[in-house]
């Protein structure tokens, strides 16, 4: 939900700058007084620092946060780089917010915050896991991974998009793990990601090269591990 006056201050700073990009910070709540709360707070000091879409991609986005309404963009930045959505798939922001990012010149980042996300509200996607998500979360992993291929990227920004697909990763085996309980539906999944992206791999560090042995030649066996490894985690 916008926070009251929160949007005047954005979109005057961003078209006095004619930046690509200018994302703004936001706060979190689950309890409907605390949203009212919230979205009527009073900001007064509107501090930002311009950079650059490859420092704004190195310091700021968080792999877990790819959320497209904390951001303003510009219209000409994004029909010139043919930015769009996934369709008809959840998690589309994480692709998008990661190809905008890395194709930006200018760009802001602000303390100034937007919007109220209202976490765990009904319908939310991160409020429930199925199977169609697991396989649009494999979409979504796939179309990431294809960014690598974009040209002049640093060995600092193919690191970190490295390790920002690794965290999509695993965060599709965890919530996968946490809703499925037969072993050949979590296969399914292992098998359509390889599908979709058949030269994924991770490759910083024994943990990541191990896993992409065991998941790609393996997978059974890297159910197995991930279920005992899960077991731990809950207890």
Known sequence: MLIDNSLPQLLEKAIESQ???IVADFLVSSNSKKIENLINIKQERFEFKEKT???LFLEDLNPNQCY???ALYRNKFIRKNQLSFVPDVY??????????YLKANKCIKTTW??????RGRQGAATSSFNKKKALDFCTVIAKTWELRLLPNLTPKVL????????????????????IFKDTSTLIEILDNLKQKAPDLKFSHGIKQKTETF??????YFYIILRKLHWKCIKH
Do not use: C
Request: hydrophobic fraction near 40%; proline fraction near 4%; glycine fraction near 2%.
């Open 19 to 21: 930046v690509d990009i």
């Open 113 to 118: 915050n937007l919007n109220v996300y209202r």
């Open 214 to 219: 065991l998941f790609r030649s393996m997978p």
């Open 68 to 70: 497209v309404w904390r």
């Open 53 to 55: 879409g490859e420092e």
């Open 91 to 100: 998690y589309q922001d994480v692709p998008f917010t990661h190809e905008a």
């Open 159 to 178: 690191r970190k998009l490295n390790d920002d697909i690794y965290a999509s990763f695993i965060a599709t085996i965890y919530a996968s793990l946490h």
